[in-house]
């Protein structure tokens, strides 16, 4: 394999969580001279879709908004990397907290899931705190 795309894992999640997967599966010292560091996960899918790599650590969803570019070769364990995670919460001093709140409950409802599901995300491993 060449080139290998993933977000600098010093200031992008998705580096983060491809280096500990690496690391996890004792592949990180073998793979870091083919390793290109991008700004962002869109950069590392650019890289992909573009052949300017042969390779690259995306999330899902990212990798599903271009699927006649790129092509899922693998996915890493999930026992490799901690959980990829998107709080969201209402803040406090919200002069629309109402329509917050409205937002949340739409995210958690099966509709909103059903939506997130179709473009990638799984289910959350609920913490509510309401």
Do not use: H
Request: overall charge neutral; proline content about 7%; hydrophobic content about 45%.
């Amino acid at each position: 394999m060449g080139k290998i795309a993933i977000g600098s894992p010093k200031t992008v999640p998705v580096g983060q969580y491809a280096e500990e997967s690496l690391r996890a599966q004792g592949l990180w010292e073998r793979v870091q001279p083919k390793l290109i560091f991008a700004e962002n996960v869109r950069q590392v899918l650019d890289y992909v879709a573009r052949g300017e790599v042969d390779a690259g650590f995306v999330y899902t969803t990212d990798a599903a908004t271009q699927k006649t570019a790129v092509k899922e070769a693998f996915r890493p364990a999930e026992d490799t990397y901690r959980p990829v995670t998107y709080p969201a919460a209402v803040v406090v001093a919200s002069k629309q907290a109402a329509l917050a709140r409205a937002f949340l409950d739409l995210l958690v409802s099966q509709e909103g899931q059903a939506v997130l599901g179709r473009l990638g995300f799984q289910p959350p491993p609920w913490e509510r705190a309401d």
